[in-house]
């Protein structure tokens, strides 16, 4: 059934051949072979595949390290709603000092649940005038969905925070939360 799927050219059939060399799921690991699997998904509108690609890029994973390509390819996914992707074009973003162009990846990839991206906003927000409220409920959306740098910071806001903000008992909840994700 995949090997059909892979003939017919699925997208999704050639990502996850991609993945499988990658890991060695059912063949040896193959970064060769993943690659050309995964450039072949993503000539044909992948988005996880041109995800994929571009952190293979960024990070010289089975080819040189090229940041252009890598940035290009990246902001393909963005624009197609992949969170992480957009998270890391925000940072791409922010490498070029470009940053209303970096908050708007940043806060896109928020708004569809990333929990890096949601902490980033945070603290983005934390070091302006008027948008503590906004931080602060930035900081429990990203606590919420478990990321657990939110979820210290977020407790230090509830013992040692603008007074509006401080809840001993959330603190407390928080740590132990903390401490059993540990």
């Known amino acids: ?21 990658y890991v060695g799921y059912g063949c040896e690991p193959n970064i060769e072979n993943a690659i050309n699997w995964l450039n072949q998904s993503a000539k044909l509108e992948n988005e996880r595949a041109q995800y994929i690609l571009s952190v293979c890029y960024d990070k010289a994973i089975g080819m040189e390290q090229n940041y252009d390509m890598a940035k290009k390819i990246c902001q393909k996914a ?29 806060y896109e990839a928020a708004e569809h649940g990333y929990p890096p991206a949601q902490y ?11 948008t503590v409220e906004e931080a602060v ?3 429990e959306i990203a606590s919420e969905n478990g990321f657990a740098t939110a979820k210290l910071v977020l407790s230090r806001v509830y013992i040692e925070g603008p007074t509006k903000f401080r809840n001993i008992s959330k603190a407390i909840a928080m740590l132990k939360d903390l401490s059993n994700d540990n």
């Open 120 to 130: 980033a906003i945070a603290v983005a927000l934390s070091n302006q005038a008027n």
């Open 78 to 106: 963005a624009n197609k709603g992949i969170m992480e992707a957009q998270y890391d074009y925000a940072i791409y973003c922010a490498d070029n000092y470009n940053s209303k162009e970096a908050y708007k990846w940043l």
């Open 137 to 139: 409920t930035w900081l």
């Open 1 to 21: 059934e995949w090997y059909d799927a892979v003939q017919k050219g699925n997208p999704e059939a050639l990502l996850y051949l991609g993945l499988s060399n």
